[in-house]
């Protein structure tokens, strides 16, 4: 093979390389993309989601609530009932104490808080909420009171208490 | 030119099958992906409403399932019913609401500590501010000094604006108002009366304390504002209750929550 018919070929392979890479990458990202689309409208259909407000990360009780612990999501419509906080109630929630161990993703319920929680203990004032917060701060702070922080904690005094019923 | 033509088609055949196989597996993961994401879980649900304190039977319970992706380790899945039936709940759920571990956090202790110490706290908060308005109540004496009418500001000449006293800055609740804190603005003579007060009496109302939060432009109406060294008002009579409660209330808070925990170490 002679110099210039070498040349000729790198060239032609280069040029054709680069082309086929375009039009080809071109064609197959607008196919990629219609084919995940239409893949995920099929698999979104029948559920409606609704806008809610979710934990962002792990949390256990007795941490504060910030903004950068929370985030919006859109979720089945199913989960947004009316114990759920809405994204425009998030201000509400922003600095309240949590009562129970969460997970990222969950949506965040008016009962993960002390005086939304229940009828019981009665809060005779709205700031009573306080009194049951400074409970929970000076129990988790004593040696002798053993808090559940996790679900992981929850669910082993659930299954021993079981396991005592079933004896 | 036919070596670089045919170059051409060979570069132009390599790079479609190396991009088509490259955009194949990347897409078929990402499918795999999305199937996983929308995979549908099971988990429980509640059927009816189900108050604070109730035992969970099976008839509380149904089961629902949703896309993998909106799955928590929180939610109680079905394999874990018999885990959860006759537990008691220590929240209150709705029919609908998905079954939460968290629905069975013991909250015995911290619920026992506010039943105990509530009412004193309350108490304490009560006590300090009847407390004070009884010492409010002595600084006023007997009998009160009938306050002077106040006089209407005065119309200009064109018989259609007045010049009254105004703000010129955000003034909070309780401070008292200094010079630098009002000016003379002229307002429409139909929006004054006499609770407006005339340009004229602006040093008078130096040294004076708003009772009420006040809004830079504000028109400065004699209600707002109360004698600082004697004060006769109820605003002013709240402005020292109201935080000799909350503090009274939270020093009984942290003291009753500490003794609450040091007898519960006790035993």
Same mark, same amino acid.
């Given at each position: 093979?002679?110099?210039?018919?070498?040349?000729?070929?790198?060239?032609?392979?280069?040029?054709?390389?680069?082309?086929?890479?375009?039009?080809?990458?071109?064609?197959?990202?607008?196919?990629?993309?219609?084919?995940?689309?239409?893949?995920?409208?099929?698999?979104?259909?029948?559920?409606?989601?609704?806008?809610?407000?979710?934990?962002?990360?792990?949390?256990?009780?007795?941490?504060?609530?910030?903004?950068?612990?929370?985030?919006?999501?859109?979720?089945? /419509?199913?989960?947004? @009932?009316?114990? +759920? =906080?809405? #994204?425009?109630?998030?201000?509400?929630?922003?600095?309240?104490? &949590?009562?129970?161990?969460?997970?990222?993703?969950?949506?965040?319920?008016?009962?993960?808080?002390?005086?939304?929680?229940?009828?019981?203990?009665?809060?005779?004032?709205?700031?009573?909420?306080?009194?049951? /917060?400074?409970?929970? @701060?000076?129990? +988790? =702070?004593? #040696?002798?009171?053993?808090?559940?922080?996790?679900?992981?904690? &929850?669910?082993?005094?659930?299954?021993?208490?079981?396991?005592?019923?079933?004896? | 030119?036919?070596?670089?033509?045919?170059?051409?088609?060979?570069?132009?055949?390599?790079?479609?099958?190396?991009?088509?196989?490259?955009?194949?597996?990347?897409?078929?993961?990402?499918?795999?992906?999305?199937?996983?994401?929308?995979?549908?879980?099971?988990?429980?649900?509640?059927?009816?409403?189900?108050?604070?304190?109730?035992?969970?039977?099976?008839?509380?319970?149904?089961?629902?399932?949703?896309?993998?992706?909106?799955?928590?380790?929180?939610?109680?899945?079905?394999?874990?019913?018999?885990?959860?039936?006759?537990?008691?709940?220590?929240?209150?759920?709705?029919?609908?609401?998905?079954?939460?571990?968290?629905?069975?956090?013991?909250?015995?202790?911290?619920?026992?500590?506010?039943?105990?110490?509530?009412?004193?706290?309350?108490?304490?908060?009560?006590?300090?501010?009847?407390?004070?308005?009884?010492?409010?109540?002595?600084?006023?004496?007997?009998?009160?000094?009938?306050?002077?009418?106040?006089?209407?500001?005065?119309?200009?000449?064109?018989?259609?604006?007045?010049?009254?006293?105004?703000?010129?800055?955000?003034?909070?609740?309780?401070?008292?108002?200094?010079?630098?804190?009002?000016?003379?603005?002229?307002?429409?003579?139909?929006?004054?009366?006499?609770?407006?007060?005339?340009?004229?009496?602006?040093?008078?109302?130096?040294?004076?304390?708003?009772?009420?939060?006040?809004?830079?432009?504000?028109?400065?109406?004699?209600?707002?504002?109360?004698?600082?060294?004697?004060?006769?008002?109820?605003?002013?009579?709240?402005?020292?209750?109201?935080?000799?409660?909350?503090?009274?209330?939270?020093?009984?808070?942290?003291?009753?929550?500490?003794?609450?925990?040091?007898?519960?170490?006790?035993?």
């Amino acid at each position: 093979m002679t110099s210039s018919r070498r040349t000729r070929v790198i060239l032609g392979l280069a040029a054709g390389f680069v082309a086929g890479s375009m039009g080809m990458g071109l064609v197959a990202g607008v196919v990629s993309y219609a084919v995940l689309k239409v893949s995920e409208v099929r698999l979104r259909a029948g559920w409606t989601l609704a806008p809610a407000l979710v934990v962002a990360r792990e949390l256990e009780p007795g941490q504060r609530l910030s903004s950068d612990m929370l985030a919006h999501r859109d979720v089945p /419509e199913e989960f947004v @009932t009316s114990t +759920a =906080a809405r #994204p425009n109630l998030t201000a509400y929630v922003i600095d309240q104490m &949590l009562i129970v161990p969460v997970h990222a993703g969950d949506v965040v319920r008016w009962s993960f808080f002390p005086a939304t929680r229940g009828p019981e203990p009665r809060m005779e004032s709205p700031f009573d909420y306080r009194i049951w /917060e400074a409970c929970e @701060t000076a129990l +988790a =702070a004593s #040696p002798t009171h053993k808090r559940e922080r996790t679900i992981e904690e &929850l669910l082993a005094r659930l299954a021993s208490r079981r396991g005592e019923a079933g004896r | 030119m036919k070596p670089f033509w045919s170059a051409f088609l060979l570069g132009l055949l390599l790079a479609c099958a190396g991009i088509a196989t490259f955009f194949y597996v990347s897409v078929s993961r990402r499918l795999e992906l999305q199937r996983g994401l929308w995979e549908l879980k099971p988990v429980l649900v509640l059927a009816k409403d189900v108050p604070m304190g109730h035992s969970l039977t099976f008839e509380d319970l149904s089961q629902r399932s949703f896309p993998a992706q909106f799955i928590s380790p929180s939610m109680v899945p079905p394999a874990a019913v018999q885990t959860v039936l006759g537990q008691t709940v220590s929240m209150t759920m709705q029919a609908g609401d998905i079954l939460l571990w968290a629905s069975f956090a013991d909250h015995s202790a911290p619920d026992a500590c506010f039943v105990e110490i509530a009412p004193k706290v309350r108490a304490a908060g009560v006590t300090a501010r009847e407390a004070m308005i009884t010492r409010f109540g002595e600084q006023l004496g007997t009998p009160l000094a009938e306050p002077e009418p106040a006089a209407m500001p005065k119309v200009d000449a064109s018989g259609e604006v007045s010049s009254i006293v105004v703000l010129t800055q955000d003034v909070p609740e309780g401070q008292v108002l200094e010079e630098s804190m009002l000016a003379i603005g002229k307002r429409p003579s139909y929006l004054v009366t006499a609770s407006s007060v005339p340009a004229e009496k602006l040093r008078e109302v130096v040294g004076a304390r708003a009772i009420v939060a006040l809004q830079a432009k504000d028109a400065l109406m004699w209600q707002m504002m109360d004698d600082a060294k004697q004060p006769r008002r109820v605003g002013s009579c709240i402005l020292q209750a109201a935080p000799a409660q909350d503090e009274a209330r939270a020093r009984a808070t942290r003291e009753e929550a500490a003794a609450f925990v040091r007898g519960q170490e006790a035993h």
